[in-house]
């Protein structure tokens, strides 16, 4: 059970955006795309990821003043990653020891996915179902 | 594997505000905290939840003036909850169908404490541990 099988599913985009981007524009995006956290990049390299949490730790510390500052000053710089070869059990320790609820999936150094505590759960809940079925065809046979 | 257990380990105490505090104290309130929604109570009733998602909300649509805003006007006023004796199966269904990462624990028409998706990936991962040593003592045996 892996990533990979996560991002055939949900896709390989990801939602990116540049370190100059307002906090307050931030915001939009995330409301408009129904997403939780965004990307931060510049070309091909990643910057940070800037999240929901950054979002209300910056109001927390600044006020209204924290709407004007950039992705920037407001992301999370240093970004844990994983790749499509990891199990799903490897990253929900990724998730739960860094308290991370997303993770970009990088492969041959480029950028290939994002997957999302959510994503995790709802795959989590579809192997128990096959699981249950798997249980009443031995019991059948 | 029911709600119950998570409660056992984690306590039953819930963060809880009223619906007049201003947003920007609620976001002061998250991060001091370090949790992402707060329970929007008046005396004993459920008002309300207000998460990250909704305060990036408010802001995308309201801009500065949201953070002058209170929590009832920016909460979601419907709270989807569970019992303590609920399956952590059906806990995780709820969460992935409605889009919520916070669910209110309800026992005898009383608050009895609060679990969230991070809650519910923790205990996947001490369960699929302790299947692996099932599994082990199973074949040495
Ligand atoms: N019913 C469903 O299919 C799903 C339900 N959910 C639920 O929605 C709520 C929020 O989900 P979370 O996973 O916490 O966060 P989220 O709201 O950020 O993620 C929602 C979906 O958007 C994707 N996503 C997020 N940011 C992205 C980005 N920058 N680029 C590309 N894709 C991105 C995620 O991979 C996920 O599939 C939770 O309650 C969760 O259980 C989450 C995923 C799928
Ligand atoms: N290492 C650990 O023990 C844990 C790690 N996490 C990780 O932290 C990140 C954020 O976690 P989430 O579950 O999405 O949200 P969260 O940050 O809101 O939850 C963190 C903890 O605070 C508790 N909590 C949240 N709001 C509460 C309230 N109003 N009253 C009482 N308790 C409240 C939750 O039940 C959970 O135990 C995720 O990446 C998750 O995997 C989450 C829970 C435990």
């Known amino acids: 059970m892996t990533v990979l099988r996560i ?5 390989r985009d990801v939602v990116t955006t540049t ?17 939780g956290a965004v990307l931060i990049t ?24 924290a709407l004007s500052k950039t992705a920037g000053d407001c992301m999370t710089a240093h970004v844990v990653t994983c790749t499509p070869e990891d199990s799903i059990g490897h990253v929900m320790q990724v998730m739960t020891t860094g308290r991370f609820r997303h993770v970009p999936v990088i492969e041959k150094n480029r950028l290939a996915g994002l997957v999302s505590i959510g994503d ?15 249980i009443r065809e031995y019991i059948a046979t």
Chains 1, 2 share one sequence.
């Open 19 to 35: 370190p100059a981007m307002k906090l307050i524009d931030v915001a939009k995006l995330l409301h408009q795309k129904n997403i």
């Open 42 to 65: 510049e070309g091909e390299s990643i910057r940070g990821i800037l999240s929901e949490r950054d979002i209300a730790r910056a109001i927390s510390v600044h006020g209204e003043e």
């Open 7 to 11: 991002l055939n599913e949900k896709g």
């Open 120 to 134: 995790v759960v709802k795959r989590r809940i579809e192997d128990v179902e096959k699981e249950a079925e798997q």
